[in-house]
T-cell receptor, first 108, second 112 residues
Framework: RKEVEQDPGPFNVPEGATVAFNCTYS??????FFWYRQDCRKEPKLLMS???SGNEDGRFTAQLNRASQYISLLIRDSKLSDSATYLC?????????FGAGTRLTVKP | DTAVSQTPKYLVTQMGNDKSIKCEQN?????MYWYKQDSKKFLKIMFS???????INETVPNRFSPKSPDKAHLNLHINSLELGDSAVYFC???????????FGSGTRLTVV
């Protein structure tokens, strides 16, 4: 089993749509969780951390379920500029493990 | 001012050559990393250094040798390059414990 698993997509959605990405992780001792965004031919950039209580940053909402070892990212009112690959990231002792990413394309 | 800078950005070289990629961070972070992103876009950790000491060494061929002269630099030397080494190599840094990483812009290595 991979350490971090994501649905690779691609997700093709119209502008304004709501889209959700899921991620599961295998190491129950994982301590920190993140969503990163990677544009084509660019480096990954931190989108948001994920907290047990759930957290929101504008149109983006992240949820963590430690019991199920499951992380999610919800994007509301999708914009064309949201088109990217979204990477689920799990960390233990400063060692980060990345999922393979979910590709999102938002179309006009 | 670039936080994590890698050079070169692009590297095309022949099989069997030896090459180095340099990385420097000006964030004052204690920990630096090398990741490899292959053609399937999967990011896989190779090495991690904390204050110049190696703390993670994944199953990487010993043709790959990281060197950290100080905590702001982590260079990657690759001997006897093979076709399968073609990938994008990302350097990253972080503060100790539970902070996200800052990545460099990547080095696209092509072995021909």
């Amino acid at each position: 089993r991979k350490e971090v698993e994501q649905d690779p997509g691609p997700f093709n959605v119209p502008e304004g749509a709501t889209v959700a990405f899921n991620c599961t992780y295998s190491n129950s001792a994982s301590q920190s969780f993140f969503w990163y965004r990677q544009d084509c031919r660019k480096e990954p950039k931190l989108l948001m951390s994920v907290y047990s209580s759930g957290n929101e940053d504008g149109r983006f909402t992240a949820q963590l379920n430690r019991a199920s070892q499951y992380i999610s990212l919800l994007i509301r009112d999708s914009k064309l500029s949201d088109s990217a690959t979204y990477l689920c990231v799990v960390m233990k002792n400063n060692d980060m493990r990345f999922g393979a990413g979910t590709r999102l394309t938002v179309k006009p | 001012d670039t936080a994590v800078s890698q050079t070169p950005k692009y590297l095309v070289t022949q099989m069997g050559n030896d090459k180095s990629i340099k990385c420097e961070q000006n964030l004052g972070h204690d920990t630096m990393y090398w990741y490899k992103q292959d053609s399937k876009k999967f990011l896989k950790i190779m090495f991690s250094y904390n204050n110049k000491e190696l703390i993670i060494n994944e199953t990487v061929p010993n043709r790959f040798s990281p060197k950290s002269p100080d905590k702001a630099h982590l260079n990657l030397h690759i001997n006897s390059l093979e076709l399968g080494d073609s990938a994008v190599y990302f350097c990253a840094s972080s503060r100790v414990v539970n902070y996200g990483y800052t990545f460099g812009s990547g080095t696209r290595l092509t072995v021909v």
